[in-house]
């Protein structure tokens, strides 16, 4: 089963009733599966939208009568839903987001790239939020971190993004779906109709400056939790690593692949995989920063995820980075040679401050 | 002989738009000159019982400030 | 054991379903597998390929910079793709349509005239299959029989298509390199 | 004395933001009277816009949803194929439906969605403080028009209740006004035929309201009511303009 | 004359010919005096577009063309631009972008914030691109900025950004326009037809993955030149400084008045304020850092900004903060309370990580 | 014997990335012999969708800037307010024109903005690999429609150019289609003229063209030629929907 | 010196023109100025206010956590703002809507029947006028002409108004508290 | 008697997509066998010169792959 599919698969056994999308390359597959199987499904509504816009307000929409509900669409389309994404974290509203990251800016390509990860993490919409941020690296993932994005979406009624690519949702590994949890929300907030009650609204408009203050500040106490509890990274052959490798997705993949031929060449290399981008899993990187003092950045993109990794090891550390942006995938024999290269000389001396972004490739700045 | 009727109106919610002394065919109603809390001068009911309860008024008033009561 | 292989060809030759289906073969035989099929989807008409990994541990990365085997469908993947073959790589190309032959003189080759083939047994649409015959005698990557099921699997879930002359252009390309020696770029 | 006119269930009794003489209060009026006699109080669900009537759900007493400016078809598309059964209409501008909107307007009306646009044509951004609209009069003057409204610089008044009436998925949109006594009883009379054919699941219904708004119109409530009759109406003519007619009320339901 | 017109003013004065825009307040006077003058200049071309998003493709195509071209908005309709504004930095087209941010996420409010610094510091579209984002704290700077916006979007062919806020638009303060410098641009990529010679195209599709790494690294290259060449910033009373209030825009202001008082109480208390918010002043921060070692972030958000003085000091400095989001502006009494607070003891502890974000005011986290 | 017919002038000598039988390469190759004939190709400036025809630039001989996906009417109003004397023409799929792109082709034409649409309509989304259009005939199978398109989950076959032709900047709107010689030159004359009332400062045109897309209708082009007339002609009738007509030669010229 | 002022009424009582004249004569009598109306544009009919802030400097901060004057044309202004005051602030108050009085001792007060006033010189629209010239009269910020003269431009510039009467409303302000003391809170 | 015409294809432009074998009336071209680079098998011209320079192929031909040349 491709990725796209392994997506679609994975939302509908945990609960997904509810998808609106846009086609876009590389993640038409997604749509097309949620075409074909969700309206199968006992009340499952599948809407091909007009655009990426209406498709985010239809999961608004969706979300505040109930029910579990999806979005996807690639980097361009993704800017187009910034102001939907904005307004559900503002209204409260749970609901996963899916970007298959493809080459940009503008039209860019349709290649895998990592160039969104700013976008993704630090919020592309206005205002004080952030959106949960879930990299999968291998199809397995793609199913778990789905499943998972639905449960903290609800948990912390938020918008959840899964970030992938295009290698992502085209490739086919093996998947094995585990058994979804039973649906735990706070269902106080769904807009059922006010009965003989009373009626409630869901909003995002605050015109009072203390009372929005006051839902600003509500909201920076949820994400300082999720910063707490939710962070997730894999920690891979770092036990004896003179020099760690940074990536995530495809690029951790890559990383992987990379290791194996290091360490056949003798060289101590391990790889820190963030799982969720945000929250980065800060603490757990500062803490293997006390005996490991030399990182090396991968990522598919100028560098982005650096930032992060610069603002966890506060000068700890050195940080060397690589980067192919564009829709370029190295390969592991090309990202080995360069991480040789940067592999750590004895007693090398740690830098706080990253001088220059240390590129290498065909076009390094 | 028309039928009797009455309107009371909420002072505080009035704008002083007059679109129910537009509305109201008997003259019934008129301005006022008070200002109310938030600056209005709210309309009033010309004393003398001319109201037929219509209820023109109050399906005109925008901000429901007019209750209408009959016999 | 990890091994890459590389399917190339143009749109409408199945070069994706011949990865596929030795993805899937493999999945059944036990392996760990990627198959990532290239990207070019809001272009049609181009080349497509498609890049199979297989091994007994998790795949490290889906690519593969040097792949172990190459099949190429026509001329265009032959010059894209022969340097990329790892040292010692086996290359099979379709004789059919290929004048060209390899130049490395450090890998070894086989020409198969697949769609000739593919027309003798009856199923001109089945040069891929008949490709796949010739991959697997070898490689060796799986058994036939894994192989062949697969496919019915494959393509019985599509449409009804005869599985016996899918079966018979199989064979055709397997006993096809029985006995034959691969070349070696001139 | 029996009172016989007053404040329907549906409407909070809360004062409203809205400027003396606005028509969006008569309105919030007629849709909370419709849903009260329809006895839908506890089954429907507004979408107030971006828009004057950003702050609807102080006023209504049922269930709402904010949408963002424009998008509120989307989301109530989103709200009614999750809750079939409910009332679910979103309430807009013309700036809003026929502007920034203008997607979403129109392909829910070619879906077919089973919802109810409230189109509240006041001819100007009222909110943002009177710039020009998509139903701007020609000659109009506002902010964003200082000369009067150029058709060769600025386009036309736009007819979106025509348009959308020529999409197959709308079944019943009409023209009314609420700047006279029969006027709004007219109006009111087309919010509960839209709701009755939303609930009976015939397809996209709206009604647009030509709607004084006398602060950026700069008149009094009572000439901004007249200007309805003498200017707006010339270009916005009332009337039914799609009515799928009761032959078809047997047809296939949506679900 | 008001913030906004002041703005409309200085881009006429500037040369800009082409304005489209959407309503949004608290920005709408910047629509409405272009709509007024700018029709009034020669060839001068005013469009209430239909949508936010056509107005930044119409400032785009009017770019291309060959006009100095400007849209506007507020935070909800600048996510709407994201897109738009991807696209231009990938296609290298000049054009300055107003954003006049409100309260958020969401519809918020359209009370002064500054909730908006990660979407433009950060590019809220999708893909490695960066925006050049000027802050400007008084009327003059209004004027000032707006006409450098313009010859830096020529220099660099790029989009900028005007990053102010409702206070900034709505106060009037005395300007003096200057006379704006020549334009000067590489007209090359300009189309105004083929006409006998060769013809050329504007685009941001690269469909080739190495292609377009090259045109990424291009990108890069690019923002590293500004980076160093494009900062600015303003140092205020810090030669004896003890402490400096890191602050930008309104919020600078703001920390004016209460560095007055705090040194009227006797603390030496100075400000930093970045004016260039993309490239962020790293250099001159870090240079003030060497003997000042306490600093205060300022910012009308729950800590944004935050980010780039901490990827500038790399914990060679302590840093504290204080938010007031949500469309709060405090008054230079309650902030110098705040910062006098925090002022530092003598030999205080640098604690190089920023354990928790230290924040002050009625609804702290 | 001397050649009477070949590439014209405004089109490069490049081989194109469309699919055998594809109506975008026919509808390239008129456009830049219109082009040649009125001698308009050092003073065109063309506007290529994200679609199939993303790489057109790759093909016109003529200056050109691409658009986000459904935008080019917004982004051709930014060229041509700057260069009202030049030739500019947004070159748009179905998908591009009728569903992101709803609001800037409306509005544009509201506008009567002086450019062109040559819209291609081929009842799904190309490029994407054969979604549902807007455009999409309803019982069609598409990828996101896999039982054919259904009326009350999908919606139905928009008609845009009906549509723009009620808005009143709108001077002139054919269909056509180009699945035989007699029906591509009528096309060819239809752009001919609609680049004229364009070059005449009328307002706003376009041509819609039904245009065959064999892969993702999954025929031969040659069959793919037979379903135009024998199904989409159906649902899209053929021929002129707006003529502001030469009794308006005179009128004020926009400038 | 550094002083600001909060002006504050309902809509339509011409707030934001008095402020806007101060400033505007301010500026013309040399000072650093600055005007900061209150945002409330996406609603109407509410309250108005601005602010403005004039010195000898540039005006650090145009907000007034403690403006050192504070005029309040009806009584919501009244409640919102008097606890805002500075201590020895003047506050002047439109007693011709304004029943309460304020009740801090630690200011001074002036209660201006203003809109009486502007009837009794015959322009019932000019109640803003008249408490300008009662505000001027005691704050003697800028001297009466400067802000007559920058009165008339401003009223020029937007319609022809009657520049006497204004004047005239002005006077009978100015005239009004020349020998008035203010009240304190009870 | 019909005009002379011949026609050129450039067969490295042909799809074979056939719209000019539907599109020519005197049956002057034909399906090819032949495969090209890009792996289509062009379309021949017949021999014979039937052709009678008409054009309609090259107005059918997506890909301008036919150059028409008449007397
Ligand atoms: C994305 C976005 N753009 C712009 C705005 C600003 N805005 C709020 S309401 C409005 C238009 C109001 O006009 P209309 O829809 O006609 O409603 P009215 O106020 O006249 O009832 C606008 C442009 C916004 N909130 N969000
Ligand atoms: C914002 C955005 N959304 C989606 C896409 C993906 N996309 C590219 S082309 C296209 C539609 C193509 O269909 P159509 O406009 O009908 O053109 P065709 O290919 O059929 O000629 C889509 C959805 C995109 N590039 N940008
Ligand atoms: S009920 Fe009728 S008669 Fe009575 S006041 Fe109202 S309009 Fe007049
Ligand atoms: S209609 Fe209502 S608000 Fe208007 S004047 Fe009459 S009572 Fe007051
Ligand atoms: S501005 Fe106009 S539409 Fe808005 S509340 Fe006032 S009168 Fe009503
Ligand atoms: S997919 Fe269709 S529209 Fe696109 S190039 Fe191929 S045939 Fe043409
Ligand atoms: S020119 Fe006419 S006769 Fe000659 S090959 Fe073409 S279509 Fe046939
Ligand atoms: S029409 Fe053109 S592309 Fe098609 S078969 Fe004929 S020559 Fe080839
Ligand atoms: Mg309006
Ligand atoms: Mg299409």
Redesign the pocket.
Known sequence: MQGNCVIGEAAIRAGCRFYAGYPITPQNELTEYMAEHLRKTDGGVFIQSESEIAAINMIAGASAAGARSMTSSSSPGISLKQEGISSMAACELPGVIVNMMRGGPGLGNIRPSQGDYFQATRGGGHGDYRTIVLAPATGQELADLTMDAFDLADKYRTPVMILADGMMGQMMEPVVFRKPKPRQYPECYVLKGAGNGKSKFIRGLILDAIEMEEHNWKLARKYNLISQKETRCEIHEAKDAEMVIVAYGTAARVAKGAIRRLRSMGLKVGLFRPISLWPFPTRELRELSEHIKHFIVFEMSTGQMLDDVRLALQGFANIDFFGRPGGVVPTPAELSNVVSRRYPQKDAYVDRFLRFKVVEGPFGP | MAPKGMIVIDRNLCKECHLCIQACKQGNIRPGKEFNQKGYRPVESAEGGKCTGCALCGIMCPEVAIEVYRD | MNVKTIFSGFGGQGVLMMGYSLAHGAMMHGFHVTYLPAYGAEMRGGTANCTISLGDEEIASPIASEPDYLVVMNAPSLYTFQNRLAKGGILFLNASIIEARPTRKDITFYAVPCAEMAEEVGNPRAANVVMMGAFLQKTGIIRPEIYLKSLETIMGSKKKTMPESNRKAFDAGFRFLESVNGGTGR | MKKIFGRPRSLKPTPT???P????SIVHRLVAEVIDEMDMRGTSIGVPPAG?AVLAYFYFDIDMIEAPHGRGPALATGVKRVLPNHLVFSYQGDGDLAAIGTAESFHAANRGENITIIFIN?A?Y??TGGQMAPTTILGQKTTTSPPGRTPLLDGYPVQMSEILAQLRGAAYIERCTVNSPPAVMKTKRAIRKAFQYQMDKRGFSMVEVL??????WKMSAVDACKWIDEVMTKEFPLGVLKDIGAKEAGKEKKS
């Open positions: 933001h809205y400027c003489g606005c028509g969006h004057c006041n100007v009222g909110m709607s004084p708004c006398p602060t950026n």
